[in-house]
T-cell receptor
């Protein structure tokens, strides 16, 4: 079945460090890919998305490129801030009327 | 606009008791979803309402779980009787349409602990 695998956490980085959170997927069709973020005490928020191969989603300094050849959608940010501390979830959607399929989430802690 | 609201934020109950979770979607959102995250695992889909109808309930774990959305507004998810493995965070989400261009708006979740 469709699934998402993302790197185990927690990830701890110093402020201004480079961030990569790996995400790979298995899907029967051509999915849309998403990164959601959950800040402490809040619900999940859509961070960015890409709907077809080679698309790059970006928001708040975060980027992820849809790589069909490696079935990956790795999340990157060049310089993290303490306020980026959160749990990050990679997810896929095969088509609009099917549910989102999430990964296990990766907790990021950024220390000053 | 008000976001998706869930109540309660936390619930601690004993095994065998009943708990009812409530979700108020964003006004005008026909699509309402329930998801659950068990500690350290994926966020798993439970079910999807379109207005008051269950579009997809393939993720409901067993018949101890009952979801309703009378009138197509708020939704409730009842667990009766609760078991230890039901502990987790239950998320509700809503969207205007069920397609990739209509973003899902999530609530803050209800953390359920069954002891």
């Amino acid at each position: 079945g469709d699934s998402v695998t993302q790197m185990e956490g927690p990830v701890t980085l110093s402020e201004e460090a480079f961030l990569t959170i790996n995400c790979t997927y298995t899907a029967t069709g051509y999915p849309s890919l998403f990164w959601y973020v959950q800040y402490p005490g809040e619900g999940l928020q859509l961070l960015l998305k890409a709907t077809k191969a080679d698309d790059k989603g970006s928001n708040k300094g975060f980027e992820a490129t849809y790589r069909k050849e490696t079935t990956s959608f790795h999340l990157e940010k060049g310089s993290v801030q303490v306020s980026d501390s959160a749990v990050y979830f990679c997810a896929l959607l095969i088509r609009g009327n099917t549910p989102l399929v999430f990964g296990k989430g990766t907790r990021l802690s950024v220390i000053a | 606009e008000a976001g998706v609201t869930q109540f309660p934020s936390h619930s601690v109950i004993e095994k065998g008791q009943t708990v009812t979770l409530r979700c108020d979607p964003i006004s005008g959102h026909d699509n309402l979803y329930w998801y659950r995250r068990v500690m350290g695992k994926e966020i798993k889909f439970l079910l999807h309402f379109v207005k008051e109808s269950k579009q997809d309930e393939s993720g409901m774990p067993n018949n101890r779980f009952l979801a309703e959305r009378t009138g197509g507004t708020y939704s409730t998810l009842k667990v009766q009787p609760a078991e230890l493995e039901d502990s987790g965070v239950y998320f509700c989400a809503s969207s205007q349409a069920a397609n990739t261009n209509s973003p899902l708006h999530f609530g803050n979740g209800t953390r359920l602990t069954v002891t």
